[in-house]
């Protein structure tokens, strides 16, 4: 099963979540982030109650100019 997973650097730590199952974990590296998450999406996928959104989310960026013009771009 491929999801989605997000990681952001926050202070010492980075920390990576799963929009999919609304699970995040995290550690001192971007691969120990990963891993841990990994680790605790496996774990909570082996209930029988787990809840994992059928569609991918959608990311996307918005660029603000000095203006207040807004542009948007999607990325897939």
Request: with cysteine.
């Amino acid at each position: 099963m491929k999801l989605t997973a997000i990681v952001e650097k926050e202070g010492n730590l980075y920390t990576a979540w799963c929009p999919d199952a609304d699970i995040a974990s995290q550690g001192q590296t971007v691969d120990e982030a990963l891993d841990s998450l990994k680790e605790a999406l496996e774990l909570y996928l082996e209930d029988e109650d787990a809840k994992v959104l059928s569609k991918a989310p959608l990311f996307t960026t918005i660029e603000v100019n000095l203006h207040g013009k807004a542009s948007h771009s999607v990325g897939i």
